[in-house]
Each structure stands twice: as structure tokens, then as C-alpha cells.
């Protein structure tokens, strides 16, 4: 049985400018929904010289989101910053980057098939041979000796872009409690990975599914803290800024060869 509850606030909160990360973590060179944030917030909001040009993403549910906004905040500063801070004292950053890694490696799969169904043949090649790399040569992943080495990027690809691709729109914009920013064809595409994803069928128990993936959660924020603080220092409404962020963000990805 499938487990299709998991943890993504990493995925909205990633890439500040190196100055804001731990110095030494290899983090991915893409910019991230915060890191987009950051460079577009204006210096000056009512000024038209200031003024952003962003395609906006429709949100007929914005008192909702908003809510759901608020939760995923409390949730963020009152659980899950504490637990992912305490981690980082605790556990070595090299070691929690090779963490991040396996995890990483472990998901191959889902990136490999979608680059497939958006016909990039030389986008799946490199993930497959990424993954022959890192699971021999990067002991089973926790070294990314593709990128050290032979300097083999990953290609950020999921069901979600591949809609997009295949020319469907994101709909209107959801903010999830917990999973946080998404649209309605990101969503359909998030359901769509899951079943793509190889520990929904490597630990079919879903306490321990669950339990993995929460671990992989908290890792992942030792990793990041600072952004989504950093993004509401900067923005005057950081509903607004992390939600054209993320439509930016998504749009980008989507356009990516």
C-alpha cells in the first residue's frame, strides 16, 4: 500500500545566495521559489519604474490559501524549524548533505520517466547515467560523484512540468496545509509522482513510510535555514511574494530543455 503523505517544504523553500547558505553545502545551482522571491521583490512596491512584470496565477481561493498560509508558517516556526535546528547541532552538515543526496539518488526514477514522457531523451540519459554513477562509484548515492566528478547535472523534472509541457495550464494557484504552494495541474502532477516514487513500494508500511520521509523532511531544512525568514523580511506581503515566486518559478522549469 501506498503511503501519499509526505513533507515538501524544501521545495518551496530553496536557493538563497550563498552568502545565506552553510558555506561548504554543494546545494544545487537552479534558484529556487525563495531565491526568485528575493531578487524580485522591488525596492520600491508602489513605484511603476519598481513595478514587477510577472504573469500572474489565477487565485479564487485566496482567503483559504491564505489560511492555510498562516498554518504552514505556525507549522514552520513552531515545529519544524526547532526539531530541524536541534538535527543541525547534532548531526555533521556533511553528513546531512550526503543524506540529502541518497534521497536524491533514491527518487531517480520519477525525474528519469517524466524527462521520457516529455520525449528529452538526453535529459533521461543523464539521469540514468547519474544514477549508474552515484549508486556505484557515490556509495549508493550519498556521494554525488556525478556532479563532483564528471560534472553531470541533475535535471529537475516531474509530472508537474511534464503537464505543463503537454501545453496544460496550472489552473488557479492552492496553497496546501503542510505541502504547501502548488496549482491544480502542480497538484494532479505531485499525485502522479508518487506513484513513481520507489519508497511507496520499497517500505509499503506507512507509519515507517511516513517516518522516512518526515526524516528526509527535517534534513532537508537543516539544510535551508534562513530562507523563508530571509523571504519575509524582504516581502511586504510574503503570501504574494512567495506565491508569483512559485508560479515564476514552476513556469521556469517547465521551459527548461
Given at each position: 500500500m501506498?503511503?501519499?503523505?509526505?513533507?515538501?517544504?524544501?521545495?518551496?523553500?530553496?536557493?538563497?545566495?550563498?552568502?545565506?547558505?552553510?558555506?561548504?553545502?554543494?546545494?544545487?545551482?537552479?534558484?529556487?521559489?525563495?531565491?526568485v522571491?528575493?531578487?524580485?521583490?522591488?525596492?520600491?512596491?508602489?513605484?511603476?519604474?519598481?513595478?514587477?512584470?510577472?504573469?500572474?496565477?489565477?487565485?479564487?481561493?485566496?482567503?483559504?490559501?491564505?489560511?492555510?498560509f498562516?498554518?504552514?508558517?505556525?507549522?514552520?516556526?513552531?515545529?519544524?524549524?526547532?526539531?530541524?535546528?536541534?538535527?543541525?547541532?547534532?548531526?555533521?552538515?556533511?553528513?546531512?548533505?550526503?543524506?540529502?543526496?541518497?534521497?536524491?539518488?533514491?527518487?531517480?526514477?520519477?525525474?528519469?520517466?517524466?524527462?521520457?514522457?516529455?520525449?528529452?531523451?538526453?535529459?533521461?540519459?543523464t539521469?540514468?547515467?547519474?544514477?549508474?554513477?552515484?549508486?556505484?562509484?557515490?556509495?549508493?548515492?550519498?556521494?554525488?560523484?556525478?556532479?563532483?566528478?564528471?560534472?553531470?547535472?541533475?535535471?529537475?523534472?516531474?509530472?508537474?512540468?511534464?503537464?505543463?509541457?503537454?501545453?496544460?495550464?496550472?489552473?488557479?494557484?492552492?496553497?496546501?496545509?503542510?505541502?504547501?504552494?502548488?496549482?491544480?495541474?502542480?497538484?494532479?502532477?505531485?499525485?502522479?509522482?508518487l506513484?513513481?516514487?520507489?519508497?511507496?513500494?520499497?517500505?509499503?508500511?506507512?507509519?515507517?513510510?511516513?517516518?522516512?520521509?518526515?526524516?528526509?523532511?527535517?534534513?532537508?531544512?537543516?539544510?535551508?535555514?534562513?530562507?523563508?525568514?530571509?523571504?519575509?523580511?524582504?516581502?511586504?506581503?510574503?503570501?504574494?511574494?512567495?506565491?508569483?515566486?512559485?508560479?515564476?518559478?514552476?513556469?521556469?522549469?517547465?521551459?527548461?530543455?
Open positions: 501506498l503511503c501519499l503523505v509526505t513533507f515538501s517544504w524544501p521545495y518551496l523553500a530553496r536557493g538563497l545566495p550563498p552568502a545565506s547558505r552553510e558555506a561548504s553545502a554543494p546545494l544545487s545551482e537552479d534558484e529556487g521559489p525563495i531565491q522571491a528575493l531578487a524580485n521583490i522591488p525596492p520600491k512596491p508602489f513605484s511603476e519604474e519598481g513595478a514587477l512584470e510577472i504573469e500572474m496565477i489565477p487565485d479564487p481561493l485566496e482567503p483559504v490559501n491564505r489560511a492555510f498562516q498554518f504552514n508558517d505556525r507549522f514552520y516556526f513552531w515545529i519544524l524549524k526547532p526539531v530541524a535546528s536541534g538535527y543541525k547541532t547534532v548531526i555533521p552538515q556533511d553528513v546531512r548533505v550526503g543524506v540529502r543526496n541518497f534521497f536524491s539518488n533514491v527518487s531517480t526514477p520519477i525525474r528519469l520517466v517524466n524527462c521520457l514522457l516529455q520525449a528529452k531523451f538526453e535529459c533521461s540519459g539521469e540514468a547515467l547519474r544514477f549508474l554513477v552515484n549508486t556505484t562509484f557515490g556509495l549508493a548515492g550519498f556521494l554525488d560523484t556525478a556532479k563532483t566528478e564528471f560534472h553531470i547535472e541533475k535535471r529537475e523534472k516531474d509530472f508537474g512540468t511534464t503537464l505543463g509541457f503537454l501545453g496544460i495550464g496550472p489552473a488557479f494557484y492552492i496553497n496546501w496545509p503542510i505541502l504547501g504552494p502548488s496549482s491544480l495541474r502542480d497538484t494532479v502532477g505531485y499525485v502522479g509522482d506513484f513513481l516514487d520507489p519508497t511507496n513500494y520499497l517500505i509499503t508500511s506507512i507509519p515507517i513510510n511516513f517516518a522516512v520521509k518526515s526524516y528526509n523532511q527535517v534534513n532537508e531544512t537543516s539544510l535551508t535555514l534562513g530562507e523563508y525568514e530571509d523571504l519575509k523580511k524582504a516581502a511586504l506581503d510574503p503570501y504574494i511574494a512567495l506565491k508569483d515566486a512559485y508560479h515564476q518559478y514552476r513556469e521556469n522549469k517547465i521551459k527548461e530543455r
